[in-house]
């Protein structure tokens, strides 16, 4: 089995055509979506709906903090460009969209393979994972062998012993990874709808549970009509802004 693992598409329709596509291509037999389908973006309704269909043949799907503040009202901890988003999205989101997103959980099992938006320790105060500290106590938190998190927009692997010494490294595009069974591994596949790592294209990223490898891939996508679709949608234009930069 194949699993595409994606994250934080922040309603961003264009990106997450193309990670479809690629996926697609690349012989996905299932998905993973690691949350975060709301904010920043001007397509929220047509991403929740996208992956509402997924779910509903068997994919999994959690929830963000954009998810929740859309919900339940922006983070005093959101930047203000975010906070826009989220107030806009609770306006203009479809309520059967709004209801499914009520309804994600904050982590799902399946197998060896524990799927979370921002950490295992505390999936619903939304913790970054931003380094290997944090790393490790995700991984303690979970007899699971596998976690996939989303939350940071950059692409990262960590992995821990038996004896518990971590280690990590930031994936090259493209390249399978070994996942080698004398350890616990966390993988965060970046963001599709916003990377942050200074690359503008698209992030997900592909688990081979057969031969226990991990590729991680970045998908160029029309950064430009997502742009534009911003920009008429009276959000703020460093939303857009952020798109051509990659931050």
């Known amino acids: 089995m194949k699993i595409a693992l994606i994250s934080d598409i922040h309603a961003n329709r264009e990106a997450f055509t193309a990670v479809l596509e690629h996926a697609q291509e690349y012989g996905a037999t299932n998905h993973a979506f690691l949350g975060d389908?709301?904010?920043?973006?001007?397509?929220?309704?047509?991403?929740?709906?996208?992956?509402?269909?997924f779910t509903a043949l068997g994919s999994i799907a959690v929830m963000g903090n954009h998810d929740a503040g859309v919900l339940r009202g922006p983070s005093a901890h959101m930047t203000p460009d975010a906070r826009a988003g989220v107030e806009w999205t609770r306006e203009h989101?479809?309520?059967?969209?709004?209801?499914?997103?009520?309804?994600?959980?904050?982590?799902?099992?399946?197998?060896?393979?524990?799927?979370?938006?921002?950490?295992?320790?505390?999936?619903?105060?939304?913790?970054?994972?931003?380094?290997?500290?944090?790393?490790?106590?995700?991984?303690?938190?979970?007899?699971?062998?596998?976690?996939?998190?989303?939350?940071m927009h950059?692409?990262?692997?960590?992995?821990?012993?038996?004896?518990?010494?971590?280690?990590?490294?930031?994936?090259?595009?493209?390249?399978?990874?070994?996942?080698?069974?004398?350890?616990?591994?966390?993988?965060?596949?970046?963001?599709?709808?916003?990377?942050?790592?200074?690359?503008?294209?698209?992030?997900?990223?592909?688990?081979?549970?057969?031969?226990?490898?991990?590729?991680?891939?970045?998908?160029?996508?029309?950064i430009q009509s997502a742009a534009d679709r911003i920009r008429a949608a009276g959000l703020p234009s460093r939303l857009a802004e952020r798109l051509f930069e990659g931050t």
């Open 93 to 151: 989101l479809k309520p059967e969209h709004l209801e499914w997103l009520g309804h994600l959980p904050m982590s799902q099992i399946e197998g060896d393979r524990l799927y979370v938006h921002a950490n295992a320790y505390a999936p619903e105060g939304f913790e970054y994972v931003q380094g290997r500290l944090e790393a490790i106590r995700c991984l303690q938190a979970t007899p699971c062998r596998f976690v996939f998190c989303g939350h």
């Open 154 to 222: 950059a692409p990262m692997l960590y992995h821990m012993s038996l004896t518990g010494k971590a280690g990590h490294f930031e994936p090259t595009d493209a390249t399978p990874v070994p996942l080698l069974p004398n350890r616990q591994w966390l993988a965060i596949p970046g963001s599709t709808g916003q990377p942050r790592d200074g690359n503008p294209a698209a992030c997900y990223a592909m688990f081979d549970t057969d031969q226990s490898e991990l590729t991680f891939y970045r998908v160029p996508y029309d």
């Open 37 to 53: 389908f709301v904010g920043y973006g001007a397509d929220p309704d047509w991403v929740v709906e996208k992956v509402r269909e």
